[in-house]
T-cell receptor
């Protein structure tokens, strides 16, 4: 059974701080890794994807992947109240096979 | 279209009735997925279509659930003899071939009363 684990939160951070969201996965064959953001009552939207070990930066977001530890994280710098949402981690084996999602971490950025 | 379109956005049905949910993927996207999300729960995979290949039905929770994709584009998810536990948001997503993530539609909120 492929599993993706996330701390459900809520994770509360003050405005301007760095938010760190973590995810572990069970399937060593996983090849691609995704972070989605989901606002309450809305559908998930893709923030970032990462395939290789190391860091990948996009604006205020940095995804970090460590395949040996089966760990992927998302850092949000200069957190804003508008970043308050549930963040979903997802992994995929190959090609177009379905993403396996974690249950998400709820982030609250306090102004 | 520009995005993944789902209809209806909301559906209230009586227990035991059949429902059909529709998904129109992004033009040119060959892969189409159905998930459902119950209140406070994660996304549960239901079924996946890739081009002309046989669909991956491994996530369908019972034989009351079925889906088809016509002409490699629009997909319909059918739930027969609905039960209260079928109440959830049903999300459709599509993607191009390759390793990128996919784009979700806005979902259909199904309520079985």
């Amino acid at each position: 059974q492929k599993e993706v684990e996330q701390n459900s939160g809520p994770l509360s951070v003050p405005e301007g701080a760095i938010a760190s969201l973590n995810c572990t996965y069970s399937d060593r064959g996983s090849q691609s890794f995704f972070w989605y953001r989901q606002y309450s009552g809305k559908s998930p939207e893709l923030i970032m994807f990462i395939y290789s070990n190391g860091d990948k930066e996009d604006g205020r977001f940095t995804a970090q992947l460590n395949k040996a530890s089966q760990y992927v994280s998302l850092l949000i710098r200069d957190s804003q109240p508008s970043d308050s949402a549930t963040y979903l981690c997802a992994v995929r084996n190959s090609g177009n096979t379905p993403l396996v999602f974690g249950k998400g971490t709820r982030l609250s950025v306090i102004a | 279209g520009a995005g993944v379109s789902q209809s209806p956005s909301n559906k209230v049905t009586e227990k035991g009735k059949d429902v059909e949910l529709r998904c129109d993927p992004i033009s040119g996207h060959t892969a189409l997925y159905w998930y459902r999300q119950s209140l406070g729960q994660g996304l549960e995979f239901l079924i996946y279509f890739q081009g002309n290949s046989a669909p991956d039905k491994s996530g369908l929770p019972s034989d009351r659930f079925s889906a088809e994709r016509t002409g490699g584009s629009v997909s319909t998810l059918t739930i027969q003899r609905t039960q209260q536990e079928d109440s959830a948001v049903y999300l459709c997503a599509s993607s191009l071939s390759g390793m990128r993530g996919y784009t979700f539609g806005s979902g259909t909120r199904l309520t079985v009363v």
